[in-house]
Structure formats: C-alpha cells, structure tokens
C-alpha cells in the first residue's frame, strides 16, 4: 500500500515518521490518536487515486484541513490515514462580474478575504488564518457574521468532489440560479468528512465594508444583553455582528494575556456589534444609551476591541484542555440557557470553571468548560440534555465529530439518523470516510 501511495503523491508526501505527531492531535489538545500514514495529494487527480487504492485495502480514512475543527473529527482516533488537503492551496482569478472566485480546498479562509481589495469573504472565524475552504465546506462553519451573510453554505455557488471509490464531481459553473436535481453541495455543507472529499468550490464574495464601526458596550447582565442585541437585529440597518463574552472569560484574558481591560469601568457582560458603515453611528449611539462603551472605526482599533471575542476560544484552555460544547436554542430560550448553564454544569462537577461567549444573534452560545472532574461525558449529559429541553440543538456550528457522537439522538430522531445512514451509503459505498464521525 504505501508503495502505491508513493506512486500516486511522491515519497516526500507520505509521511509515516514523528511528523504524523502534528496531524493526530487538534487544536485543544483533547483528541489524539495514531496514524499509519500522513498523505499530501497536490490535486484532485491525486486525491482520486489515494482514496481508490484505500477503497480497494478497505482502509479507513479521515479527510483533513486546517485542523482547528473543535469536535475531534479531523483526527485519526481510530487508526485512520490521514488525507491531508493542505497542499491543494490554489486560489483563482476573483471575477468580478460575477463576484465570486474558484479555490481549493487547503486555502485558508483568510486568503479568500484578501483575494481582492474590493470584496471580502461572508464568513469569518477566529481560526481563519489556518481553517481552509475544505474544512470550513464540511463543518458548515458559521461564525462572526452569520447574521449578515449566512453560514458557508451559503457561500457555495459550487463544488468538485471525490466519492470514496475515486469518482471525481464536478460542479463548479457558479449559476446562482440552477434547479437541475438534487443541490449535493448543500449536503456536502456539514458532511464532516464523511460524504466525500472536497477538492475545489465557487465562492460567492460580499462587498467589502467601506468605513465599518465596532462598538463594544458593557452591561449589568445576560438579559439585558440579549434584549439589547435582539434590537440591534431589528434596529439597525447594516449590522454584521452582534456577539457577546462575560467577565469570567475576561477576567481569565486579562491574567493569561497582554489584554487589558476594555472598558473603565467593569461589567459583568459585555456585547461587541460591528456595523457596516458610519451612516448607522446615529442608531447605534441611540441604542448604548449611558451603558459604558468603547467604540472604534480606524483599523486598529476595531482589531483591538475585536481581539477581547475573538481570543475567547483560548480563555478555558489556559486553565485546562478545555471541552467546547457549542449548542443553539431558540431565541425565546436564549437568557435561560446563557444564565443557568454555569450551575448545570456545577451539578455534575463543582471544580468545573464554565467560560460562555459566541453568537448572540444566531441563538448560539459556545459553553467552554475547564473540567474540574473526569471527563467522561458527565459534561456533555448535563449540557445537552439541558439544551434538549429548551428545544436546542446540541451542535450549532462545530458539528458532531467524535466529541458528539452519542448525543445525537437528542437533536435528531431515529429515522432521520436512519435517512443519514442511507445518504452516506450512497456517497461512501466503500464505508472508508470518517468512520468515528457521525455514528451510521
Ligand atoms: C480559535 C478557534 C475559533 C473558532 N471559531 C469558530 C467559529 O466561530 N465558528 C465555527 O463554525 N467554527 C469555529 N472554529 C472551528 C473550526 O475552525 C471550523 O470548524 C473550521 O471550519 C474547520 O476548518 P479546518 O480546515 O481546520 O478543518 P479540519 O479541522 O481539518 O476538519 C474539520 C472537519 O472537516 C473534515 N474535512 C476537512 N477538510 C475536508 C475536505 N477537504 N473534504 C471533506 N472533509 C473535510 C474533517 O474530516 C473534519 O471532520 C474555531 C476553531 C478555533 C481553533
């Protein structure tokens, strides 16, 4: 097999030494596992002939990107090979005409926002500089600015993909409108590397803000962050991001990091909102009233207040490796969830710390928790049952991975878990995908 491999990639692209380390751990240091072998394809011609050769030797694989998924679905948890997709890193003319531009799979969110000065790219993500087009596809990765332009799916105006017995698909023409069967790329969106492998996706582009403010407001509670927020959706023309972080992950900031406190005076929550242009200043004065306020429109300074949200995914982590459940209720049951999810948690482990942030116009709260006791998925009952009852979802944007498995039929019914397993037959007949993902 690995003289195979070798023929297909090159002997420098199958990697079987201590370099598989980097590649069979993620990002929070939680899952690992081991590999028998690390491949690079440099195109999707070499992708179809790698998972070929894996479909005929039944051996398993596990599709990778960046490796900042945060739900153990990119790992080799059970033996897997990994497909690496980093070297398959070109980036297309933008057409402007059509505002959309060609990518593949290893390129890196961040690239598509700097393709071109003009336009910039709907989703962004705290991890964008290493998190790739591939990866993104496949966990639908949702993000800072859901509320304006959609999840990644969203973003897809086509796809070329490679079915697990090396049947390439393509569908890259970038028709907005095209109702010819059955939208696969949709599917794909979520997939979690269990479908196929993405190679290659048209990319619609969003025009790039011309002079956006960000505001950073402090207030006394969940509540009254939530009804501030649920205005701003409803008030405020131009709004991009509406997301919000409490003083316990703060404070942790504050000790494990060169940040310094946002505000002058402190609060116990706080809402960052990003507007797309100057002309919605008025409505946004309006709306943080006396509350303390920190607002900036120069570059710097929106990267400076942006950094107090966007570094919270590291926050628990200073304290242990962290677990990072990230669930959605309905709007109606957001205060409930946002306020009662730290003594939930408490209930099955008094030495756990519980640091919440995320995407308060999406419904989306990401529970971050440094474990006090075992993990042994005492957390996960607690919080997805919680959220169950609200009438949640146990995952909003990370998806299931390894992390999730066995919670799913809270959010999902038997036949429609049975549905799943009929669509990834079809697509993987082999079984090679992700196994340990999604359970079949
Ligand atoms: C600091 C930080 C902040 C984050 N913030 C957010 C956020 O706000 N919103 C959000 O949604 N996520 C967030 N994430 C999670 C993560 O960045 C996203 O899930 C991202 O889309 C993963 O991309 P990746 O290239 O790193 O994929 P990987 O981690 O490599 O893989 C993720 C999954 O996709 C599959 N996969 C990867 N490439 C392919 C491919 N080409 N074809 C088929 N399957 C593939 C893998 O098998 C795996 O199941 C964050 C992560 C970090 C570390």
Redesign the pocket.
Same mark, same amino acid.
């Given at each position: 097999m690995r003289r195979s491999l070798v023929d297909v990639v090159g002997e420098e692209h199958v990697l079987t030494d201590s370099r598989t380390a980097g590649y069979s751990v993620?990002? +929070?240091g939680r899952y690992r596992g081991l590999t028998p072998a690390v491949v690079r394809p440099r195109d999707t011609a070499q992708v179809a002939a790698v998972l070929a050769l894996c479909a005929t030797a039944a051996m398993p694989v596990?599709?990778? !990107? !960046?490796? +900042?998924?945060?739900?153990g679905?990119?790992?080799p948890r059970s033996g897997e090979l990994v /497909?690496s /997709?980093e070297r /398959?890193d070109r980036l297309g003319p933008v057409d402007r005409d059509a505002t959309q531009v060609t990518a593949e799979? #290893?390129v890196?969110?961040q690239r598509l926002a700097d393709a071109h000065p003009d336009l910039d790219f709907g989703? =962004?993500? =705290?991890?964008?500089h290493?998190?790739?087009? #591939?990866? =993104?596809?496949?966990?639908?990765?949702? #993000?800072?600015r859901v509320l304006r332009y959609g999840?990644?799916r969203a973003q897809i105006r086509g796809i070329e993909?490679v079915l697990s017995d090396g049947t390439v698909l393509s569908h890259l023409s970038g028709l907005v409108k095209d109702n010819t069967g059955y939208d696969y790329p949709s599917l @794909?969106a979520g997939?979690?590397? +269990? @479908?196929?492998?993405?190679?290659k996706a048209r990319l619609r582009l969003v025009p790039r803000p011309r002079d956006p403010v960000v505001a950073l407001l402090g207030l006394p509670g969940l509540a009254d962050l939530h009804s501030l927020a649920v205005r701003a959706v409803r008030e405020i023309p131009g709004l991009v991001s509406a997301e919000f972080f409490t003083s316990t992950g703060l404070d942790v900031l504050l000790r494990h990091t060169d940040l310094t406190p946002p505000l002058s005076v402190p609060t116990d929550a706080y809402l960052l909102l990003e507007v797309s242009d100057a002309g919605a200043m008025e409505a946004l004065a309006e709306l943080a009233g006396d509350l303390p306020a920190a607002v900036a429109s120069g570059a710097a300074e929106r990267a400076r207040l942006w950094a107090y949200r966007?570094r919270h995914?590291?926050a628990a982590g200073f304290l242990a490796p962290p677990l990072k459940l990230?669930v959605s209720v309905p709007a109606a049951r957001w205060v409930e969830l946002a306020t009662r999810i730290g003594d939930v948690v408490a209930a099955v482990d008094t030495g756990a710390r519980v640091i919440t942030f995320? *995407?308060v116009a999406d419904g989306n709260v *990401?529970v971050n928790i440094a474990p006090g006791a075992e993990a042994d998925g005492r957390h996960q009952d607690a919080v997805f049952g919680f959220v169950a009852d609200l009438g949640g979802s146990i995952s909003?944007?990370? !998806?299931i991975?390894a992390l999730k498995a066995a919670w799913l039929p809270l959010s999902r019914t038997a036949a429609e878990r049975a549905l799943f397993a009929r669509i990834r037959a079809a697509f993987d007949p082999a079984g090679i995908?992700?196994p340990s993902?999604l359970p079949r």
């Open positions: 993620d990002w +929070t596990v599709p990778q !990107g !960046g490796n +900042t998924g945060l739900v679905g990119g790992v /497909l /997709l /398959l799979a #290893g890196t969110l989703v =962004a993500i =705290a991890s964008r290493s998190a790739t087009v #591939g990866g =993104a596809i496949a966990t639908n990765a949702g #993000g800072l999840p990644m993909t @794909l997939s979690e590397g +269990t @479908l196929a492998v993405v190679t966007e995914p590291e990230d995320g *995407h *990401h909003a944007e990370h !998806g991975g995908l992700n993902v």
